[in-house]
């Protein structure tokens, strides 16, 4: 029987390539810093980590991310060297150090897209969640210069009770900046969003109508459009009677198509999970991928707890594993979700 293509190979592999960055996010969830943490991949590292990479059955999409990978000086080298070896090189970075030079040499290394994070339409906002003044003209700034080097975009956004009711405005921003999709990402409460007050995060049925009128509005946007860390949006899709969402059939993928590797090599199903599944200097990240007993466990479904385990929306949700781990166990409910299942006649 063939092995399922989750198990054999990720579709999308996320590489914090350093936790140095320029900027001090309220939200951070690598709690980043402005000098490399101590472990961070070296230079040989990094390089053998893109030939493992590419020995996947298939080769998966790497996200160069960090803190902000342009602070590292071999950024461009790693991601031309990604790029022949037949892996599909993405890069996510705030903006600030974008410049028409640098995106030219990123061009010529062959990064096929860039993400842009911007959390508000107006710069006082935006500035004020990332830390820094200017921070917003940066990104403008940063999507003129690869809007005219014809380079695609995406617009990432953490959704917060601060701008939940802003999503469409900055979707329209989004499109007039020219960029291809909107990505929106529900707060995971790990980094320095762990320690946000309590009233600083939404209850479950506020962001139920969130996602509700987001789902509702996604058949009409003119770019691509796609909610992240929010599992249920799929369940609410179905429940909607709307088409399938077109950018995943699935809402968690931790482990089942998706891995993330630290800045020091360390391997999770997911940035915000901090459970360790593996580390590249001791073993290969495809053994890792396929028999991590984290990963097969994300993979089993008896091994889940609580409503999670018994909906019938299971097969396209699965919940958030780093909110229910937030909470203590990671293969418990997810907390944001106030979906009350019927159960579920398979598990019976």
Same mark, same amino acid.
């Given at each position: 029987m063939a092995e399922h293509p989750r198990l054999s190979s990720p579709r999308l592999v996320?590489?914090? *390539?350093?936790?140095? &960055?320029?900027? #001090? &996010?309220? @939200? !951070?969830? +690598?709690?980043?810093?402005? *000098? $490399?943490?101590?472990? =961070?991949l070296d230079p040989d590292q990094s390089r053998t980590l893109l030939y493992q990479l590419a020995s996947f059955p298939e080769p998966p999409m790497v996200i160069l991310s960090g803190g902000e990978p342009l602070m590292r000086p071999d950024i461009t080298s790693l991601a031309k060297l990604g790029t022949d070896l037949g892996l599909r090189m993405l890069l996510s970075t705030n903006g600030s150090l974008v410049?028409? %030079?640098?995106?030219?040499?990123?061009?010529? +290394?062959?990064?096929?897209?860039? #993400?842009?994070?911007?959390?508000?339409?107006?710069?006082? +906002? @935006?500035?004020?969640?990332?830390? =820094?003044?200017? %921070?917003?003209?940066?990104?403008v700034s940063a999507a003129s210069i690869f809007k005219s080097l014809d380079l695609p975009f995406q617009i990432n956004s953490t959704i917060t009770p601060q701008n939940i009711l802003q999503t469409e405005e900055i979707s329209d921003l989004a499109a007039r900046l020219g960029a291809v999709a909107h990505h929106v990402f529900l707060l995971v409460p790990v980094g320095r969003a762990k320690d946000w007050k309590e009233g600083e995060n939404l209850p479950a049925d506020q962001y139920e109508t969130a996602l509700i009128k987001l789902r509702k509005r996604e058949e009409f946007l003119t770019l691509e459009f796609k909610a *992240? !860390?929010?599992? =249920?949006?799929?369940?609410?899709?179905? =429940?909607?009677?709307? $088409?399938?969402?077109?950018r995943s059939s699935r809402g968690c993928l931790g482990g089942q198509g998706f891995m993330f590797i630290g800045h020091d090599g360390v391997v999770a199903a997911c940035g915000y999970l901090p459970l360790p599944a593996g580390h590249v200097l001791n073993d290969h990240p495809v053994e890792i991928y396929k028999d991590s007993p984290l990963f097969n466990e994300l993979r089993d479904r008896t091994r889940y707890r609580g409503r999670c385990r018994e909906c019938e929306y299971f097969n396209v949700c699965g919940g958030c594993r780093a909110r229910a781990y937030a909470l203590g166990d990671h293969m418990g409910p997810e907390p944001l979700c106030p979906h009350r299942p019927k159960l579920n006649e398979a598990l019976q």
């Open positions: 996320a590489w914090e *390539t350093t936790r140095a &960055c320029n900027l #001090s &996010c309220r @939200h !951070c969830r +690598a709690t980043a810093q402005t *000098t $490399p943490a101590a472990g =961070q410049t028409h %030079s640098l995106a030219k040499d990123l061009r010529r +290394a062959g990064i096929k897209r860039f #993400s842009l994070s911007l959390d508000a339409p107006e710069a006082d +906002a @935006h500035d004020q969640f990332r830390g =820094q003044a200017g %921070s917003f003209d940066a990104i *992240t !860390c929010a599992p =249920q949006y799929q369940r609410i899709g179905r =429940q909607l009677g709307l $088409p399938i969402a077109k």
